[in-house]
């Protein structure tokens, strides 16, 4: 706990009364802001509501013993190396500051100057394939790399950060309970059946978010009240859906849903649907009008450069400009919403919390107006469903479709591929014509035309606009086939990072399995890559059950808790005995958090490689680390080709 959360801690238990964040700040003599994130840090470490909040300001928890607390606070301090080097990283974030004093540091933490050199030094070793370094220079430590390579890193602590606080339907049960959430959930659900509408799981949770809360302000007689246009529908089966899932939601909560209700679910279910989005901005300021459509950007903006975070896909612009809309109406008179999930938000997403804040303060001072923290963790609903949005679709092959706009023909072959292979396929554009194709990150392109550009490193997958069920086979060769290209891939890029030639040996003298884990073991923890701990992590996880399969053995931890992701490498011409197995190859996983996203395709690609015949016969002939490196190699290249 840093001295001004002390600080903070020890005033407010002196106090008789209720403090507004200005006094305390004043007092403190720290920003109103800081004021904010101190107790929101204080009752994360906490666990429970040590400060209060209300209208009236900020109080101290009487039920709890204040002095315990403060005696305390050695066991709510980060105690492992992980936990220091989390708890830096997010202050670089969260202190909005390019550099952090490691003598505050040491304050902060409890821990000596060494020992934050230490965890420095670890952090540089676990980072390394982020391409970042960890500088110190009098006596500050800042971060060091490209902007690209930063925001990579950034992007990986909030999504750490935020993974515990994914709202659920169990959440919202608890937080809607005056609303049947399950009979809500069965109403969306069959009527996107009904009309053929793909949603994906996290879609489906935003939509009945949203839902509920329109429900619940209708119900106490809180209507949407604007002064910019009403949406029309982009085609009648869009209209009649809409118009079914009104009645329904109508007629079995007894509200009623005004033209500008109705409007915002058109809008939401056009966010999250198929990630059909109107393809231009004119709909969207119809909706929301020209003022909120350009601070939407603007904020949008602010984020990308001040977290270093891009939020300005269309799938999160769309709902975050409703928001915005009815959220300034409500700033302007004092008509503010109550939030059931703030304190869950501001407890285990503190950095998300924290960009809405930013926001929030913006807002405050353009419109002149008051915003409590129940509206700020909307706001950072919003963020923190984005990135986990993005973060779902990391794991999706990104594709383009191509269908010339008839008869609504496009829409429908979308409806059924997102059916049928939504869980493995990433949407990026949805074209008509081939002129409009501008995302080239995309690996598979769908067409139901023949094309007039040819595309390098792009699989083209031909579709016909009739009866594609006849090709659901095809379109899964395709994609069976692109995923092995980008693990393949993956495996190519990542091989230096992973494999180095002081981690590899070729027939060593060693005829068993505890010989040669311990070997490997001791390779790694020469080059401070491991803990002491790992060698007997390893044969805990390996006494529980052989990692050994034909001719392979890939020992590893149970726990991603390794400094640095490593392969130690052993081949053995004459082999190994490992259980009731002879094995020819061993790799020895050592993994980092920080890596296990980019370290599961390369272990799909490692397991799918070595399984191969032919290259199992050649790899017990190999003696020497460059030609192991060229065997993966060729290889990977071979499959590729298929």
């Known amino acids: 706990m840093k001295k001004k959360q002390y600080e903070l801690l020890h005033f407010l238990s002196e106090s008789k009364r209720s403090m507004t964040s200005i006094e305390l700040a004043h007092h403190l003599q720290i920003s109103t802001r800081s004021v904010k994130n101190y107790v929101s840090d204080i009752n994360k470490l906490y666990n429970k509501k040590i400060i209060k909040s209300s209208r009236n300001g900020y109080v101290l928890n009487r039920h709890v013993s204040i002095d315990l607390l403060l005696n305390k606070k050695d066991e709510m301090l ?90 659920d339907s169990q959440q919202l049960k608890e937080s809607f309970p005056n609303i049947d959430v399950d009979l809500l959930v069965s109403i969306i659900q069959n009527c996107f059946r009904k009309y053929s509408y793909y949603l994906n799981d996290f ?30 529908f982009q085609d009648e089966n869009e209209k009649i859906f809409i118009n079914d899932l009104c009645f329904q939601i109508e007629s079995q909560f007894e509200v009623t849903l005004k033209q500008l209700e109705r409007s915002e679910i058109y809008m939401i279910f056009k966010a999250n649907a198929n990630y059909s989005i109107p393809p231009n901005q004119e709909t969207l300021i119809l909706n929301v009008g020209e003022e909120i459509f350009k601070l939407s950007n603007h904020y949008i903006d602010m984020v990308n450069n001040h977290y270093l975070i891009d939020l300005s896909s269309k799938e999160f612009l769309v709902p975050f400009a409703l928001h915005l ?65 993005q973060n779902q679709n990391k794991a999706k092959v990104p594709v383009v479709f191509l269908c010339p706009q008839y008869l609504n023909l496009g829409q429908n072959l979308i409806n059924t591929l997102l059916l049928n292979f939504g869980h493995q396929i990433n949407i990026l554009q949805n074209v008509h014509t081939e002129d409009e194709i501008n ?41 069976t086939k692109a995923q092995s290209l980008y693990k393949n891939y993956m495996l190519r890029t990542n091989f230096d990072h992973f494999f180095e030639e002081d981690l590899f040996i070729a027939n060593p003298n060693m005829n068993n399995k505890n010989q040669v884990i311990t070997y490997l073991c001791d390779m790694l923890q020469v080059k401070h890559y491991v803990e002491s701990s790992y060698e007997a992590e390893v044969f805990k996880r390996e006494n529980a059950a052989t990692t050994s399969f034909g001719k392979i053995a890939i020992p590893h931890s149970v726990e991603m808790n390794a400094i640095k992701t490593s392969i130690a490498v052993a081949i053995s011409k ?17 993994i980092n958090k920080a890596d296990k996203r980019a370290f599961r395709e390369l272990y799909e690609s490692l397991i799918t490689i070595f399984s191969n015949d032919i290259i199992q016969y050649e790899i017990s002939n190999i003696t020497d680390f460059q030609d192991f490196k060229s065997l993966v190699y060729v290889h990977a290249n071979d499959d590729n080709k298929k």
């Open 78 to 167: 980060p105690q492992t190396s992980e936990e220091r080097t989390f708890y830096i990283l997010k202050q670089l974030i969260l202190e909005h500051t390019s550099s952090l004093n490691i003598y505050d540091l040491c304050e902060e933490l409890c821990v000596s100057y060494s020992t934050i050199k230490s965890v420095i030094s670890k952090m540089n070793i676990t980072f390394s394939s982020y391409n970042v370094k960890f500088i110190c220079e009098k006596n500050s430590v800042r971060i060091n790399g490209t902007e690209k390579d930063i925001r990579k890193l950034i992007s990986f602590i909030i999504y750490e950060d935020s993974k515990r606080s994914y709202v």
């Open 203 to 232: 879609a489906f949770i935003n939509i009945l978010l949203h839902f509920l809360i329109i429900i619940e302000r209708s119900m106490s007689g809180n209507y949407l009240k604007s002064n910019v246009g009403i949406l029309e």
């Open 325 to 389: 809309k009815n959220l300034v109406f409500r700033a302007k008179f004092g008509r503010y919403t109550n939030n059931p999930l703030a304190e869950t938000i501001k407890l285990n997403n503190p950095i998300v919390f924290d960009i809405a804040i930013y926001i929030s303060l913006d807002l405050m001072e353009r419109y002149k107006a008051s915003l409590t923290e129940d509206e700020m963790a909307f706001l950072a609903i919003h963020i923190g469903a984005e990135i986990e949005r």
């Open 439 to 479: 995302n080239r990150k995309f690996k598979i392109l769908f067409t139901t035309v023949p094309l007039k550009y040819k595309y390098d490193n792009i699989i083209v997958c031909h579709i016909s606009p009739l009866n594609i069920e006849n090709e659901f086979e095809t379109i899964q060769e395709h994609l």
């Open 574 to 590: 004459e082999g190994i005995t490992w259980d009731n197995n002879t094995v020819h190859l061993v790799l020895l996983l050592a």
